[in-house]
DNA sequence: CCGCGTGGATGAAACGTTTTAGGAGCTATA
DNA sequence: TATAGCTCCTAAAACGTTTCATCCACGCGG
């Protein structure tokens, strides 16, 4: 019940008010018989700092934020921990926000840290249009950057691996092996992620596709649940039309697939081969290995939120920078028709 | 660059400063023709309230922080869903640290949430011992709710389920597949669940073990990586030591087990049982679909929050509660010599 | 002996809200 | 016409810091 302010700590240790602010802030300016009189006064009453108070004087405050689009997908979490490190070896707090794929979700929160100043945000966007709410964080001075987004616009800075290189990779895999039915499971397409992905499938089965046929289903949001009820309308297809491969946007839809393939007793790869997104490390641990693009997500965190430390550090000399990152295909037993 | 604040929202709308206020915070006391007026200037000049400055004069604010041992792990991303769900319809927010199992870690985040005067703390704390900066933020009178720990002390409320009947439960369908020598990995004891898991599946042993044996293998960490480098330790024993059954602190553990006994070509469950706690959406999506006892995740961190938003309003009049859930087996192959 | 620089402390202003006591203008009542 | 009771608005205090301009005492060189 504390809550004693500076000014009691001033009173007690008999100085100044302003002395017991140097002694926080400026040690050295402070003889060191006051300062560890001031010290003693601060233990003594349980004197904590009042960041609220600190803030309004600074202007800004110490915590970064980072919106992602689901905090139970291990792609991020993964991400999240390596801003974290950068974060906290600056000294500054990072705060996890979820937007769990919803636009008014994510408005509401960058409504929010607009309100509490915060010193940059790093972010996914659920739209890759442009939105109205991170405009205006830009527009007030507030570091804006971009995560795991096409080298998209000029007004701030982005870390990304290159989807459509990656949806390349996967589906040049995918007719290697010899399929020429491949299904493109993902969604909403509005997440710039989901689009380039299929962007790069495409753009492969063009130039070596050889009339090869990709479906896509779209599926409403990244998650194990949405992949198991479009595997279903997948599998519901007559055998003739049924694809023989599937790429998955990400993961977890590849998770959900599989499960629903093998609850209808068919087998991976055998009647249908899969292909995910992330690498996370449930991938390899799966029922059927998961073949899965890698992306160094822990990478593209740490980078993503150097990056807005730069720029929050650099003020109006900054120049906003693009890194794109390449993904791997890592071939497991899921799309691999030699050891079906 | 806009930074208005609510003296030139004023002059901008010719009415009082606190008229603006009003307008803001009881829009009802405001004659229409002039919160018209004040409305049309906030969004001229693009004012956006400062937190830092409400917050100093409300001496607290509208975050509800909570600590977590590990982002990564699905267990608590669910968590963090169901916590969200309660303190969003609060029209709180809630931010999520991570303390990643190290106790100096949640001793820096717990003073930087005590400076900001956060409005209440759920917390899994590291250890389960007292924690100083815990108890200073109890004094306070900053409300704590400990999330999954057994029925604490009396100086907080708790939500947990019952990780003794949990240990139980997996023990005894351990030793009625006939398991004689069964191992318990996980680690570190300090966390109260790795403790009170281990005392359950003990429990039962004593009362029912008829002689077997229970080897403990302590792990340094709750993650997939400690399950593999632990599951190396126990696979090395002569095969007579060996354990034929597993029952691991929680489920990535389990899976990094899983792992590493299939990479030596011995197969689950027939060479080694395994069960797992948590039940983790990906326990299921295993390459041996994971036995595991389940727990309510995301009602846990709903019930939490419930708690929390409790004590916050009710003030000096609240009783402390702990609310105990039930955890439940679930079996699958892992751990099912029916189906070996 | 005087002026000056200096290390160390002080006091007050400023940050942007919310809140409270009160005041101005108006209508209804006696 | 005086008075009470409204409604709507204003002015000012308070929240706890940080910062900046001063100020003081003291030692030192001239």
Redesign the interface.
Known sequence: ???ANIKEVARHAGVSLGTVSNVLNRPDTVAPATRQRVLEAITEL?Y??????R??RAGQ?RTIAIVVLD??N?FF??V??GA?QVV?EAGA?L????SGEDSA?ER??L??L????VRGVLITPVRHGSQPSLD?LI???IPVVLVDRGSGRASSCSVAVDDVLGGRLAMEHLLVQGHRRIAYLGGPFSIAQVAERHAGAAAALDERGDGAELRVATTTSLT?AAGRRAAEDLLALPARQRPTAVFCANDLIA?GV??EVTARGMRVPADVAIVGYDDI??A??????LSSVRQPREQLGRTAAQLLLEEAESGETHRHRHVVFQPELIVRRSSDQAHP
Chains 1, 2 share one sequence.
């Open positions: 019940m504390a809550a349980g904590v700092r009042n960041d609220s108070a803030q309004l405050s905090v139970a291990p979490t993964d999240v921990r974290e906290e707090m705060v996890v926000c979820n979700r509401r929160h409504e929010l607009e309100e509490q100043r205006r527009d007030r001075g194990v998770l599989l499960q490390e449930f390899g641990a799966a029922a059927v290995p």
